[in-house]
């Protein structure tokens, strides 16, 4: 028996309350009642076959509370005339709050509409699409608003997240809810006050004109004589991006490795240097107007990630060449293959046409399922013989 229950009705309820709907209308949405919910009867043979189980159904339809029973007349040629339920109506918010128990968070909910209508309306549109994302908030959602409020007097300030001077606020309480304070920021904010370029949670700070933590870049040069500083230690450097931007290193290739060992063990060779490409993205590195003058050489793992971030390094830096990601490298290390946990599958469009064969080959298992030769599995005596072909190539 599938008849409409009275548990089968809060259920209804209870949806339109998960979905939003409810509480959308205390923030000025149109209102969702009176709403008919869906009723499911016996059928003609069912009145004539369970009559004693269609007269319970509908004693405990109508023995329910906080909805309207709308009874129909129906003729049957064996037990005559009976009314029976035919329609079910929520005709209120508050029967459908008392329906589902409800009462308490939409006056919570109310309360934050109220707060949020006369402090800060351009809320308001967030607040009936996320209202159950809003009560989690409640006891944040004043903060929140102080936090708008802020910016909307101090656009693109241009200081830390530190510097916000506002009694309860702090550091991590805007980094943890900058996925809602960058939809109100959004509503709240004109357009000249908003970075379109910055978009993620990772370019927050960007987007709003605060200041960011300076991105490190870590490098070494690779030649003695070009030195930055005094002395003879191997001199592993790590500055600001805008100060690596205005160096005048007199380099003439720069390796980028995403290995630190690899980093640190990169050999000696003329007029180059090595940065170690962890922890930042390549548009720091294109910044530097120099580094487009080098030949700038790019050593991933040979795996399709490794590829994939060829392929984006190339977005800025064009000229970028991959050095020791080709299929001899990777055939003469069978004993060190390992497997890509996630390969990736999408095209690059950036590869080289011997790139983009071995790329092909990895991504459709056509050596090994999921293979992956990691930069640091490579053998020393492999790196030192193409770093010489690569001197002696162009330097001699």
Same mark, same amino acid.
């Given at each position: 028996?599938?008849?409409?229950?009275?548990?089968?009705?809060?259920?209804?309820?209870?949806?339109?309350?998960?979905?939003?709907?409810?509480?959308?209308?205390?923030?000025?949405?149109?209102?969702?009642?009176?709403?008919?919910?869906?009723?499911?009867g016996?059928?003609?043979s069912?009145?004539?076959?369970?009559f004693?189980?269609? $007269?319970?159904?509908?004693?405990?339809?109508?023995?329910?509370?906080?909805? $309207?029973?709308?009874?129909?007349? =129906?003729?049957?040629?064996?037990l005559?005339?009976?009314?029976?339920?035919?329609?079910?109506?929520?005709d209120?918010?508050?029967?459908?709050?008392?329906?589902?128990?409800? $009462?308490?968070d939409?006056?919570?909910?109310?309360?934050?509409?109220?707060?949020?209508?006369? #402090?800060?309306?351009?809320a308001?549109?967030?607040?009936?699409?996320?209202p159950?994302?809003?009560?989690?908030?409640?006891?944040?959602?004043?903060?929140?608003?102080?936090?708008?409020?802020?910016?909307?007097?101090?656009?693109?300030?241009?200081?830390?997240?530190?510097?916000?001077?506002?009694?309860? =606020?702090?550091?991590k309480?805007?980094?943890?809810?900058?996925?809602?304070?960058?939809?109100?920021?959004?509503?709240?904010?004109?357009?000249?006050?908003?970075?379109a370029?910055a978009?993620?949670?990772?370019?927050?700070?960007?987007?709003?004109?605060? #200041?960011?933590?300076?991105?490190?870049?870590?490098?070494?040069?690779?030649? @003695?004589?070009?030195?930055?500083?005094?002395?003879?230690?191997?001199?592993?450097?790590?500055?600001?991006?805008?100060?690596?931007?205005?160096?005048?290193?007199?380099?003439?290739?720069?390796?980028?490795?995403?290995n630190?060992?690899?980093?640190?063990?990169?050999?000696?060779?003329?007029?180059?240097?090595?940065?170690?490409?962890?922890?930042?993205?390549?548009?720091?590195?294109?910044?530097?107007?120099?580094?487009?003058r080098?030949a700038?050489?790019?050593?991933g793992?040979?795996?399709?990630?490794?590829?994939a971030?060829?392929?984006q390094?190339r977005?800025?830096?064009?000229?970028?060449?991959?050095?020791?990601?080709?299929?001899?490298t990777?055939?003469?290390?069978?004993?060190?293959?390992?497997?890509?946990?996630? @390969?990736?599958?999408?095209?690059?469009?950036?590869?080289?046409?011997?790139?983009?064969?071995?790329?092909?080959?990895?991504?459709?298992?056509?050596?090994?399922?999921?293979?992956?030769?990691?930069?640091? $599995?490579?053998?020393?005596?492999?790196?030192?013989?193409?770093?010489?072909?690569?001197?002696?190539g162009r330097?001699?």
């Amino acid at each position: 028996m599938t008849w409409t229950t009275p548990t089968d009705l809060r259920a209804q309820v209870q949806k339109l309350w998960d979905k939003g709907l409810i509480l959308a209308s205390l923030a000025g949405c149109e209102t969702v009642f009176p709403r008919r919910l869906t009723l499911k009867g016996p059928s003609s043979s069912e009145l004539a076959d369970r009559f004693e189980q269609v $007269r319970t159904w509908i004693a405990d339809l109508r023995q329910g509370a906080h909805y $309207r029973v709308v009874m129909r007349e =129906v003729r049957h040629r064996v037990l005559g005339a009976n009314r029976i339920p035919d329609e079910i109506w929520i005709d209120t918010l508050d029967d459908a709050l008392a329906l589902i128990g409800k $009462r308490r968070d939409a006056e919570r909910f109310a309360e934050l509409a109220a707060i949020t209508r006369n #402090r800060q309306s351009s809320a308001l549109p967030w607040l009936a699409k996320h209202p159950l994302k809003a009560l989690e908030l409640a006891n944040h959602w004043p903060l929140l608003l102080d936090v708008v409020d802020w910016l909307q007097t101090h656009q693109r300030p241009s200081v830390y997240l530190r510097q916000i001077d506002i009694p309860g =606020v702090h550091t991590k309480f805007i980094e943890t809810h900058r996925s809602v304070l960058s939809e109100l920021l959004d509503l709240a904010l004109p357009p000249d006050a908003i970075d379109a370029d910055a978009v993620g949670l990772g370019q927050f700070c960007r987007r709003y004109g605060f #200041r960011d933590k300076p991105v490190r870049i870590r490098f070494r040069i690779l030649d @003695p004589e070009l030195a930055l500083l005094p002395g003879t230690t191997d001199q592993d450097i790590t500055l600001d991006h805008d100060t690596f931007a205005l160096l005048d290193p007199k380099v003439a290739r720069v390796f980028v490795t995403e290995n630190e060992i690899n980093f640190l063990a990169f050999p000696n060779l003329p007029r180059s240097m090595v940065v170690f490409g962890a922890g930042y993205g390549f548009d720091s590195l294109a910044k530097a107007a120099w580094l487009h003058r080098c030949a700038v050489h790019y050593w991933g793992d040979i795996d399709t990630h490794g590829f994939a971030i060829l392929d984006q390094l190339r977005t800025y830096l064009p000229h970028a060449e991959s050095f020791l990601m080709d299929r001899e490298t990777l055939m003469a290390h069978p004993s060190q293959w390992v497997t890509e946990p996630q @390969p990736v599958r999408r095209d690059l469009p950036r590869l080289t046409r011997e790139e983009q064969a071995l790329y092909d080959d990895l991504r459709d298992n056509r050596i090994r399922p999921s293979l992956r030769l990691e930069q640091e $599995r490579i053998g020393f005596g492999w790196i030192e013989a193409a770093l010489d072909r690569l001197r002696f190539g162009r330097d001699g």
